[in-house]
């Protein structure tokens, strides 16, 4: 199952400089999408969304961009900081009204912010 | 901040025997998930419940398994006989009305000798 892609395994930005992950699915009925960050040993935590109806959110230092006809997102960390270390998982879902919807996750970005 | 917890953290545990995997989600949602995450691979799902019943299941999700909400605040996960490739983290996850952001439980690390 491929449906949510990150092609990128790893990526390292100088702290103060743009992080920019990429992920990319092939499910045309996916309407939320979701990034969350994840250090060793610990959950997922959600970081930011948007949905299918969008093309762009922003929250503080972070903002995801939406391209559906392209079938791609990307997540843009703007200034990027030591503290942003960690692996990022794009993820997917199709909300259905009445019945819990689950998330289809991507393979991960390993971001490495240097100093 | 209301969050979703986990126990135990972590479970060692023979083949074949049965483990329960016991989860609290946030107190007003209302959708519950299981993922899975083995070592180095991506976080899997396993299984959805809303209005106590399973919502869908994946193919990993198998007759072994089961999900229980018994007294409407904990939401456990039942593997009735463990094999050696059960080994691997195990996630909650609840959402609200809305259900469309999902928030996560610590995990379960589960190693299966």
């Known amino acids: 199952d491929q449906q949510v892609k990150q092609n990128s395994p790893s990526l390292s930005v100088q702290e103060g400089r743009i992080s920019i992950l990429n992920c990319d699915y092939t499910?045309?009925?996916?309407?939320?999408f979701l990034w969350y960050k994840k250090y060793p040993a610990e959950g997922p935590t959600f970081l930011i969304s948007?949905?299918?109806?969008?093309d762009k959110n922003e929250d503080g230092r972070f903002t995801v961009f939406l391209n559906k006809s392209a079938k791609h997102l990307s997540l843009h960390i703007v200034p990027s900081q030591p503290g942003d270390s960690a692996v990022y998982f794009c993820?997917?879902?199709?909300?259905?009204?009445?019945?819990?919807?689950?998330?289809?996750f991507g393979t991960g970005t390993r971001l490495q912010v240097t100093l | 901040e209301p969050e979703v917890t986990q126990t135990p953290s972590h479970q060692v545990t023979q083949m074949g025997q049965e483990v329960i995997l016991r989860c609290v989600p946030i107190?007003?949602?209302?959708?519950f998930y299981w993922y899975r995450q083995i070592l180095g691979q991506k976080v899997e799902f396993l299984v959805s419940f809303y209005n106590n019943e399973i919502s869908e299941k994946s193919e990993i999700f198998d007759d072994q398994f089961s999900v229980e909400r018994p007294d409407g605040s904990n939401f456990t996960l039942k593997i009735r006989s463990t094999k050696l490739e059960d080994s691997a983290m195990y996630f909650c996850?609840?959402?609200?009305?809305?259900?469309?952001?999902?928030?996560f439980g610590p995990g379960t690390r589960l190693l299966v000798l």
């Open positions: 107190s007003n949602h209302l959708y």
């Open positions: 996850a609840s959402s609200g009305r809305m259900q469309e952001t999902q928030y």
């Open positions: 948007i949905s299918s109806i969008k």
């Open positions: 993820a997917a879902s199709l909300i259905n009204t009445g019945t819990a919807s689950k998330l289809t």
């Open positions: 499910n045309s009925m996916f309407d939320y």
